[in-house]
């Protein structure tokens, strides 16, 4: 492209550019694999079997699985039924971290997945395509002696997929699915120290709820969030590199406005694509250090949203500036072949033209004299006409 500001460069500034851009890049991989641990941390949790009388019902209802508060708790489902404790009554209680331990809100984010662990029986099987409802209810506190403040509460659905591997018969009874992994929730912002997760399987056989799920023996969860350590190094690369790439911006674009021409589409294209890249840059995630903001991750979403259809749009024009200016270029040498063969045809018969007056010329005044043609009678003679020589 005429004008353009990679083509105005000498090769030694291009060589130097490339050279630095490639320093950085290895830069950010050294510190993201010798500095920075890793994403994200995975913690296992086993849900406590705790029991909910009518009486305790109206006391509270956040069950703890240990601790000073702790709830009444059973082993198997088999002591409840010995206890005739019902299914209703049976909550599972899940204290998020471990004891001893604190979330952070450098942890950015918390997804929980779900795991049941199901035995087979042969007069209990999953049934085809079954759906487990659940009712969850999540609370928070900051400390360790305060009361629970409940965060959110939702009945949820999710579709069992299980497998058993092994023959259905009597002697493989007490073996257990293989189901897999639910997704069951995801916090944005982790803003406090301590959750606590109480989760119910209401049964209901007139309204078909929680029938033909099994024999469910336990519940497990699997907290993922993000590391600190990972997230400080995140958060100081963005704040370093965000300033780089808006000094280049401006540049950029301060060197298309000196051009005589105004910009054309792709400049503009590439400026706007540099807008949002900076946008998805800038580290506005140190506002949620301080600050209980959950919508953190659809926001970032819509960022990532934007970008990406700008890279997508700037693909498309790119592309099509290509083939329009190789259609054009075909065109032109079409044309050019086209008018080189027109001239090429002029001077040719430019040149035929002057064969034939010489040939003439040489009929008219050599003909009568030439010695080949003597004592030839005038009829036999064509070159004594008046017009002896005829060029067809």
């Known amino acids: 492209m005429a004008g353009a500001i990679i083509e105005n460069m000498s090769t030694k500034k291009l060589v130097i550019v490339g050279?630095?851009?490639?320093?950085?890049?290895?830069?950010?991989?050294m510190v993201g694999g010798l500095i920075a641990p890793s994403p994200t941390t995975a913690v296992h949790y086993l849900a406590t079997k705790c029991v909910d009388t009518v009486k305790h019902r109206q006391e509270t209802k956040?069950?703890?699985?240990?601790?000073?508060?702790?709830?009444?708790?059973?082993?198997?489902?088999?002591?409840?039924?010995?206890?005739?404790?019902?299914a209703n009554n049976i909550v599972f209680a899940v204290h998020v971290p471990l004891p001893n331990k604190e979330m952070s809100s450098w942890f950015q984010f918390m997804l929980v997945i779900l795991q049941f662990d199901i035995a087979f029986k042969m007069y209990n099987q999953i049934e085809e395509g079954v759906v487990v409802t659940i009712d969850v209810g999540l609370a928070y506190r900051?400390?360790?002696?305060?009361?629970?403040?409940?965060?959110?509460h939702s009945f949820e659905q999710r579709k069992l997929s299980c497998n058993f591997t092994t023959p259905k018969t009597f002697e493989n009874e007490g073996r257990y699915y293989e189901c897999d992994p639910l997704p069951f929730m995801e916090v944005g912002s982790v803003a406090h120290k301590y959750y606590l997760l109480n989760i119910r399987l209401p049964v209901n056989e007139r309204k078909k709820i929680n029938v033909g799920i099994g024999e469910i023996k336990d519940i497990r969860i699997v907290s993922i969030h993000q590391n600190g350590g990972f997230t400080k190094v995140w958060f100081a690369m963005k704040t370093f590199l965000t300033p780089s790439i808006l000094i280049i911006m401006i540049w950029y674009w301060r060197r298309i406005t000196l051009m005589s021409r105004p910009p054309v589409l792709l400049e503009k294209v590439i400026f706007a694509l540099g807008i949002s890249m900076t946008f998805i840059n800038i580290p506005v995630e140190w506002f949620s250090i301080?600050?209980?903001?959950?919508?953190?991750?659809?926001?970032?979403?819509?960022?990532q949203g934007i970008f990406y259809s700008m890279l997508l749009s700037f693909w498309i024009i790119f592309c099509g500036e290509h083939l329009m200016a190789h259609s054009s270029n075909n065109i032109a040498h079409a044309r050019r072949t086209v008018q080189q063969l027109r001239i090429e045809a002029s001077i040719e018969r430019i040149k035929v033209s002057k064969a034939s007056a010489d040939l003439m010329n040489y009929c008219s005044e050599h003909a009568r004299n030439d010695p080949l043609l003597m004592g030839i009678p005038a009829s036999d003679n064509p070159f004594k006409d008046k017009k002896p020589c005829t060029i067809l």
């Open 142 to 152: 900051d400390d360790t002696f305060s009361e629970w403040t409940e965060m959110a």
């Open 19 to 29: 050279v630095i851009l490639l320093l950085f890049q290895a830069f950010a991989f």
């Open 62 to 86: 956040w069950f703890m699985p240990w601790g000073p508060d702790q709830c009444a708790k059973i082993r198997t489902f088999d002591e409840a039924m010995a206890k005739k404790i019902e």
């Open 290 to 303: 301080g600050f209980n903001w959950t919508w953190m991750l659809l926001f970032g979403d819509i960022r």
